[in-house]
Nanobody, 122 residues
């Protein structure tokens, strides 16, 4: 079992930045696949970024060059640095984990946090 707790969401103006955190317990995140997803009102959950155990990264086209996924092994915490935020980034953001080496599909992730809300005003 992996427990995930997100934090860091909030209200920010367009062009601003936020850093989301996902504190994990139950497993060492450097040994599993981790990801960030988001769900906007009335829309399906979508992939944002993924990080493998070997630090391989992948990003959705909509966030490439603006978002960075990373982890702090000592704190067992996953991060999502979000820069140059746009109103279309407004969504609930979820941290996810999979007991495997790599994943980017929502259906591949077994463990989910409760989400943190990000609102970007224009």
């Amino acid at each position: 079992q992996v427990q995930l707790v997100e934090s860091g969401g909030g209200l920010v103006q367009a062009g601003g930045s936020l850093r989301l955190s996902c504190a994990a317990s139950g497993r060492t995140i450097s040994t599993i696949a981790m990801g960030w997803f988001r769900q906007a009102p009335g829309k399906e959950r979508e992939f944002v970024a993924a990080l493998s155990w070997s630090a391989r990264e992948d990003y959705a086209d909509a966030v490439k060059g603006r978002f960075t996924i990373s982890r702090d092994d000592a704190k067992n915490t996953l991060y999502l640095q979000m820069n140059n935020l746009k109103p279309e980034d407004t969504a609930d953001y979820y941290c996810a984990a999979r007991d495997g080496l790599w994943a980017i599909r929502s259906s591949d992730f077994e463990f989910w946090g409760q989400g943190t809300q990000v609102t970007v005003s224009s």
